[in-house]
């Protein structure tokens, strides 16, 4: 069974930065891509970034583009989003995610079976 623990989320004035990180555990866990994703108060859960495991291919939404970057400690088993000029419209629970196929390209919240517990980024104007 796998488990993924986000952390570093917290309150950043508009313009700041932040690093968030999701610590992998379990034998099980040989993910194909994992993602971050995030959900805004009355919003469906969006995807912010992917990157697939093995090779670091990456993928972002348009929101995301140019201020975040997703990375990962194979080693580790440390899945990392950097965000920096963050923005009101960031503040979300910010969750990762793994999945054993899913395509990095827009993959669906459905396409992946573990998650955490989520990470709270309140971003202030």
């Known amino acids: 069974q796998v488990q993924l623990v986000e952390s570093g989320g917290g309150l950043v004035q508009a313009g700041g930065s932040l690093r968030l990180s999701c610590a992998a555990s379990g034998h099980t866990f040989k993910p194909y891509t994992m993602g971050w994703f995030r959900q805004a108060p009355g919003n469906e859960r969006e995807l912010v970034a992917a990157?697939?495991?093995?090779?670091?291919?990456?993928y972002y939404a348009d929101s995301a583009t140019g201020r975040f970057t997703i990375s990962r400690d194979i080693a580790n088993k440390t899945l990392y989003l950097r965000m920096i000029g963050l923005k009101p419209e960031d503040t979300a629970v910010y969750y990762c995610?793994?999945?054993?196929?899913?395509?990095?390209?827009?993959?669906?919240?459905?396409?992946?079976?573990?998650w955490g517990q989520g990470t709270q980024v309140t971003v202030s104007s």
């Open positions: 990157i697939r495991w093995t090779d670091t291919m990456t």
């Open positions: 995610a793994a999945s054993g196929y899913a395509s990095i390209y827009r993959p669906s919240p459905s396409a992946f079976s573990s």
